[in-house]
Nanobody
Framework: QLQLVESGGGLVQAGGSLRLSCIAS????????MGWYRQAPGKQRELVAA???????NYADSVKGRFTISRDNAKNTVYLQMNSLKPEETALYYC??????????WGQGTQVTVSS
């Protein structure tokens, strides 16, 4: 079992930056694939970025070059650095952990609002 708590969301102007954090409580954090998803009102949840236990990353095309996902296994934490934010990226951002057997865990989400 893994519990995830996100933080770092808030209100930012277009072009600004935010850093999201997700702290996991539980065992074997380093073995989980971690990801950030977002869901805007009326839209489906979408993958923003993910990082494997080996450190391999993948990003949604729309955020490549602007967002960076990273993890600190010693702190059971995954981060999402978001730069050059756009108003259309206003959404609830969720932390996700995927176990090797494909069991998924989700945080409660942190709101990111980008004003124009």
């Amino acid at each position: 079992q893994l519990q995830l708590v996100e933080s770092g969301g808030g209100l930012v102007q277009a072009g600004g930056s935010l850093r999201l954090s997700c702290i996991a409580s539980g065992s074997f954090f380093s073995l989980y694939k971690m990801g950030w998803y977002r869901q805007a009102p009326g839209k489906q949840r979408e993958l923003v970025a993910a990082i494997t236990w080996l450190g391999s990353t993948n990003y949604a095309d729309s955020v490549k070059g602007r967002f960076t996902i990273s993890r600190d296994n010693a702190k059971n934490t995954v981060y999402l650095q978001m730069n050059s934010l756009k108003p259309e990226e206003t959404a609830l951002y969720y932390c996700n952990a995927e176990r090797t057997d494909r069991t998924n865990y989700w945080g409660q989400g942190t709101q990111v609002t980008v004003s124009s």
